[in-house]
């Protein structure tokens, strides 16, 4: 492989002289003049990098575009733009302009955002200096997170939906960029859903799969900031459901010596739990079964649809490593639809009779079920006692959510359409395999840390499996195993407490 006098082989200046690479460029310059326009990128502060859309090219080893670092951004042209090697190497720097430009610099966000790029697989990076995002952190000097539930653009952030609370970590501000890369990357670490990461006083990282993505995420951050600010100048609480007024923490006697702790929360399971296991086996996986390849056919285009196809495709190369059972390739999408969609429907089935708990069936089957309910073929199904538990402990002040391996989508669906009418009103938040499988005591202390209780004890878990409640209480929940009509019989030493009903609890 020939190298010129800069180290670069001749593949990688083929590819650096590319037009993606242009067109890229062209959008990194364009991005900023609107950012600026914004707010966000002003006085030269903020950032973007973008992946260069290799479609060849595994998404981790993909070219870097980056804007520079201390400059005009809204005057910033595509020559301006540096090209990096997926390791952050330089491997095109622009021209300097001579006076009065200062010679250029490789933007000082690079290795945060290469954190980005490594541990969440990003397409697309924003650093925003917009003033919603510094004042949002100063709401509570103390605060080390940002929350804002129920509010509509919080459906703008990947994998949240309007009743789920958006929990943005927030670290301290350095006195140089650079220096806040670990505690980005330990942000990053701690939540894994996070889609962005606050620096106090200072400004927001934004990630996405996509330039798109990310500049939607964005949009919606700094309008859910914007409405956090204002909410708390009417005096009324981002956080809460209802948006009422903020509670002031009473003044404690100095003899009492006590710290105030959290209410307790509730997090229930669905199948065996609130609603009938008969449902999800003898109606809702039928369905999803029955329509696999009448939904692909007839949504094949849609983003949506194809964002399925994207996460079965990295499931089944996954499941083809490990030699798992009925797992098999999918063509290329110019084998035509038929031969993709008969491949996606095979593997499917596999994945449904074998239960597969992977979160590229279950979204996939949420957006099957979504038809169904729309249509009036399916209703879903709780327990008597559901409706009555969720609205008793609403009305003394208790936060109930939902964690299931089902999709977010499709806990909202069951919930948003039970025989009892519309349950949402009650839930506070949906859970499910994103932040961690239900037998790993891992994903409830990541629940824990999101809900922000004072300790793990203030949470009562609900459910029929006793290895779900074992991981619950490894990590410090209260467990309580359901037993409901057509739920697995438990071993006599499971050494849990039981109940027959939510009213129980």
């Known amino acids: 492989m020939g190298l010129d006098k800069d180290g670069i082989s001749n593949i990688a200046k083929e590819r650096i002289a590319s037009s993606l690479v242009e067109d890229t460029k062209d959008l990194a310059a364009e991005l900023c003049k609107h950012f600026y326009n914004q707010g966000w990128v002003s006085g030269t502060g903020g950032s973007i990098t973008l992946k260069v859309l290799e479609s060849d090219v595994d998404v981790q080893e993909r070219l870097i575009v980056m804007a520079p670092s201390g400059v005009q951004k809204e005057r910033m042209l595509p020559v301006d733009m540096y090209v990096l090697s997926s390791d952050g190497t330089v491997l095109s720097a622009p021209p300097a302009k001579g006076a009065p430009h200062k010679p250029p610099k490789c933007s000082e966000c690079c290795p945060l955002f290469l954190k980005a790029y490594k541990m969440r697989n990003a397409g697309a990076v924003i650093h925003s200096h917009g003033l919603e995002s510094c004042l949002a952190t100063m709401i509570n000097p103390t605060a080390k997170e940002f929350r804002i539930t129920h509010m509509e653009m919080i459906k703008g952030i990947a994998g949240h939906g309007y009743y789920d609370e958006l929990v943005v970590p927030i670290i301290e501000n350095s006195a140089r960029e650079y220096e806040l890369t670990d505690a980005l990357a330990a942000a990053m670490e701690a939540y894994p859903k996070a889609t962005a990461v606050l620096v106090r006083n200072h400004g927001i990282y934004i990630w996405g799969d996509s330039w798109i993505s990310a500049k939607t995420q964005a949009e919606c951050y700094h309008y859910l900031f914007n409405a956090a600010l204002k909410l708390h100048q009417l005096g009324l609480d981002p956080a809460d459901a209802k948006h009422g007024p903020l509670t002031r923490p009473q003044t404690l006697p100095d003899f009492a010596n006590k710290r105030a702790t959290s209410k307790n929360v509730f997090v229930l399971d669905i199948e065996g739990t609130t609603t009938p296991i008969s449902f999800v086996t003898e109606v809702l996986f039928p369905y999803a079964r029955e329509n696999v390849s009448s939904f692909f056919k007839s949504t094949y285009n849609s983003p949506e649809t194809l964002?399925?196809?994207?996460?079965?495709?990295?499931?089944?190369?996954?499941?083809?490593?490990?030699?798992?059972?009925?797992?098999?390739?999918?063509?290329?999408?110019?084998?035509g639809i038929d031969a993709v969609v008969a491949a996606i429907e095979k593997n499917v089935q596999a994945m449904i009779k074998a239960d597969r708990k992977v979160t590229a069936l279950k979204e996939l089957q949420g957006h099957i079920w979504r038809i169904g309910y729309e249509n009036g073929e399916l209703k879903g199904s709780v327990f008597e006692d559901v409706p009555e538990a969720l609205a008793k402990w609403d009305a003394r002040g208790i936060k109930t959510y939902i964690y299931s391996s089902g999709s977010r989508e499709a806990q909202k669906l069951i919930f948003g359409n039970t025989n009892f009418g519309d349950l949402r009103v009650y839930l506070s938040g949906f859970f499910d395999t994103t932040i961690g499988h239900k037998r790993e005591a891992r994903s409830y202390k990541e629940i824990f840390l999101t809900l922000g209780v004072d300790h793990p004890s203030c949470i009562t878990f609900a459910t029929d499996v006793l290895a779900e409640a074992v991981a619950a209480k490894e990590a410090g929940l209260q467990a309580v195993?359901?037993?409901?009509?057509?739920?697995?019989?438990?071993?006599?030493?499971?050494?849990f407490r039981t109940a027959k009903s939510l009213l129980e609890l």
């Open 481 to 495: 195993l359901l037993l409901r009509p057509g739920n697995a019989p438990l071993p006599s030493d499971h050494g």
């Open 307 to 335: 964002n399925d196809i994207r996460l079965l495709r990295d499931q089944v190369h996954e499941d083809l490593r490990n030699n798992v059972p009925g797992a098999t390739e999918i063509p290329v999408e110019s084998a």
